[in-house]
């Protein structure tokens, strides 16, 4: 069975009809009994598998999942991925997603497709370009790459920006970051989960986590609808559904899962280069390499567990999209979703011990986890294997509301999630 | 578009109404321990399936209490908040 992915085993393989190729990972029965169980088969699920293999050599692993990898938002997501956050703790955990992004396709043997064609946060009042300087001298000085457009600068890199004198959304000008860009996300689940069944990690799809194994006051594993799993230490990486299951482990969370919603349109050809968002509208958009527009914008305005939007909300985030861009007017929408998102009120995630010791949580990425799946693996890898916080982590304990110490982007970046 | 109906109003567009935050989350009195009052502050129930809600109607300015569901946005009619709890405080 051929495993590894090159030209070389490419052509090889054409030789011989492409039959020798080994499943991406494989579908064991559960075990009685790991050493991690992680529960939820996301982005993050899935990476914290693979560090905790690859970085910490705990190979006695599984990742439940109650449907399929990446069915969840991993699988629904715009695919944006940048670090240009407002407070140092945020710079410090993006820049580290960011710069794992950048390797993972040799790292993982797998292409993620990652295209770095930049990012760019549009200002329309003076006031905006204001806090929109501020953001950029506080990511030149927090270390990671940033520069501030004026309208010209944002004509040159995307003409088809509606610059009209009547526009509603003025491009006065805005923050780029051009290490920023977009990865396919099936890509960024499937290659992880592939990297750590290589490294003996056990993928569990279609098994739901319906409690945990509470004794002497610990978690000391999980009930499914396959069986009890022992393990030692319980990883939570479930996305909108974590109060769901704190609530089974006794505690609650300071989460409210909403729908996020996105669209795309048929494909064109190449007219988009960048990845951009409108501050006035809140919508954004990139183009897909198959061509296709990929537009996105707010929350839902009402808690939600329907994967699925409401009309009033897409009609707002398509028609800022078409004020910035008229021409997108004879475009045909193909598929329009939603995914439950994790939204905690400063922006920020939840990476730490929970209340009940032995698991540990990563949660509340809200509408911005996917650029953060390598470095929340990394992070959840990391408190599994030590017990402890990584240094990076430590800011985004569940603590910090109890301290008021938050982190607050929407403030800080201007970031409206 | 999802109907919502005010106690007051009748059946009205969804765009009409403001979410505000699950019912039963009170204030804590007195001298507080931080968590108690992060619990108030942040913490929440956040349920899936029935939720009892605290909406107001932007049009006519009222707030009152909703059933929904969060999962198929079935919404009850709202019901007007007991006087009891609207006498509090109010100097
Ligand atoms: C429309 C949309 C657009 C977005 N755009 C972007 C973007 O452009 N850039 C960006 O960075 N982020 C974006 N995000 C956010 C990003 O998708 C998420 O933050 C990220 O994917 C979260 O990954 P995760 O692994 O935590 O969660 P998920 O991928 O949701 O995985 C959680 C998994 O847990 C499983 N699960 C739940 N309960 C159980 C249980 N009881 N037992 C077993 N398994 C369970 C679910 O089935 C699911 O597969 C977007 C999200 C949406 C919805
Ligand atoms: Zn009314």
Redesign the interface.
Known sequence: MTRHYSALNLAREGLSGHKGWARAWTSPEPKKRYDVVIVGGGGHGLATAYYLAKTHGITNVAVIEKGWLGGGNTGRNTTVVRSNYFFPESVALYEMSLNLYEELSKELNYNVMLSQRGMLMLCHTPAEMEMSARLVNAMQLNGTDAELLDTEGVRKIMPIYNFSPDSRFPALGGALQPRGGTARHDAVAWGYARAASALGVDIIQQCEVTDFLIEGGACRGVKTTQGEIRADRVGLAVAG?S??MAEKAGF??????YALQACVSEPVKPILDIAVHCAGSGSYASQSDKGEIVIGGGLD??????QRG???TLEHVIAGILEMFPAFRQLKLMRQWGGIVDVV?DSSPLIGPSPLPNLFLNCGWGTGGFKAIPAGGTLLAHLLATGQHHDISRPFDLDR????RLIDEAAGSGIAH | MHIYTCPFCGPRPETEFHFGGEAGNDRPDGDVPAQAWADYLHYRQNPKGAAREIWIHLTCHEVFVMTRDTVTMAAQPGEPIPSDTTDRGDA
């Open positions: 559904h109060s769901q609650r969370l300071p989460v409210t899962s305005r009402v808690p939600s567990y329907g409401t009309l009033p009120p509301f109890a301290t008021g």
